[in-house]
């Protein structure tokens, strides 16, 4: 007796919740019909960047948002800077996005896009961790890698023949697809220091790479397929299983070295570990890499940060470090190749540096403008997605509480009305000092790695032009076929020694 009447309740509740799911659809649907609309998003890849780069352009001037038929349901999309600054001071969320990365395991980066105390908690850890005091010695760190990276080259150059027609030495080089391992290298110095493992075998940063795009690819695939969002479905795929492998390899290899670490400090893996020991272990060591600081930070509790955190963070750190930083410096330097007055001016810049110091390239101004204006016209980020908590007023109309907000860093930082060449790679675009650009998102949910990308990019950046002198060689096809921009051509240059 008692069954049927539990089963006539649940019933009643699951269609009450669909009556309640389809009313607030119509609600949505009505106010959404208030702006404008920019039709449907394009399957192609390619056209994905077309349709997005010219949003500002398909609507009436000083228009901040439109409307975007996607495969999830109708999006606002955000195409103004200073609407989205608004926006992201909300600190709105996408559950979608919590429910894909949780893939990952990285808990961390899931606490970066909340707004409870566990992203007070990850802020506050972040904001320690590349404090100016490290940044100076996390710039030293990478300076040596990269010059090493870069004597391959010179070596490279050497043993090259002139290309036909020409007298110079030099050699073809797809910045896409070579320099991500170059980077990855650097952000696994920062984390693992000297540390020495079996477990990080020499080809690691290159089959780290490989996962970590393959997971990227495969979290696109499961938005364009609403299907595989249900984790019963997307396990069984073939790809889906591929993806949880490489989401367990690299949690196993993050924690194979966390312990290579403890066991450098006497420590064995899996006993309690004394905090205040710990920290004066650390605090001898000449210098603490990230995984250091990691290992040291307390809670507001004073306990320690976990073990599954710190994994957490370690992924985090290489995921979003690595492709967002070697994108950009690969395009950077795409972009002065392109131009010999703008490659000019910073080279002449970067001749006056001598050791490529934190406090050197903090007086930097033509390279960190060059660097700007390639992250405002090719955001790394093209898409910030939320779902707004509560109502929005947009433009005198009202956004409802529930709907999907898409904010289009790639619209917004080409929208007219704030920059004076959208389409073009202008440096005039950046001259006022801190860029308008939103590629690092705003307050409060900015990249918390901003610092450090900024300082490592005028590095790469200024090492490799007072080296080599770069000539592009092939026109980029940009493409949003993923959480990140890519190129579908690859950004090909010809590298030539400085005279």
Sequence with gaps: MLFPILATLVLALVIAKVIQFILQKQKNSAALSKFHSFGTLPKDKQEKFLFFSSLPKKCPKGTKCGTVKMPMGQVVYIINPNLARVVMKKAYRHPLVEKLLGHYGTQAALNLRSDKSEWVQSRKFFDSLLATKHLRSYVDMSRDV?????????????????KPGETEKSFPIDLQAEFNECVMQVSM???????????????????FVKMIEYCDEELMRRVSNPVLLADFIHSRTSTGKTFHKYCASMQNTCSKMLDARLREYGIEPGKE???????????????????????????????????KLIIDHIITFLGAAYGTTYFTTSLTLYNIGDDADVQEQCLQEALKIENWTYDEISHLSVIPAAINETL???????????????????????????????????????????????????????????????????????????????????????????????????????????????SSTGIKVRVYNRK
């Design 189 to 207: 110095n920062l984390l693992f220091g000297e540390t020495n493992s079996d477990e990080l075998e020499k080809d690691w940063p290159k089959a």
């Design 376 to 486: 405002r016209i090719t955001p790394p980020v093209p898409n910030i997605p939320r779902i707004l908590e509560e109502d929005l007023i947009i433009e005198g109309n009202v956004v409802p509480k529930g709907t999907q907000v898409n904010i289009s860093t790639l619209a917004c930082n080409r929208c007219p009305d704030v920059f004076p060449s959208p389409d073009k790679f202008d440096l005039n675009n950046t001259k006022d000092g801190r860029a308008k650009h939103i590629s690092f998102a705003s307050s409060p949910h900015t990249c918390p790695g901003m610092r450090l990308s900024e300082q490592l990019i005028r590095v790469m950046v200024g090492l490799m032009i007072t080296r080599f002198n770069f000539k592009p060689e092939e026109e980029i096809k940009m493409e949003i076929g993923q959480t990140l921009l890519r």
């Design 273 to 307: 570990v004394d905090a205040k020991e710990l920290r004066e272990r650390v605090s001898a060591t000449t210098n603490p890499d990230i995984l250091d600081h990691l290992l040291t930070f307390e809670n507001e509790n004073g306990s320690p940060v976990t073990r």
């Design 146 to 162: 990269i010059n090493n990276y870069l004597d391959g080259w010179e070596a490279r150059l050497a043993a090259s023949e002139p």
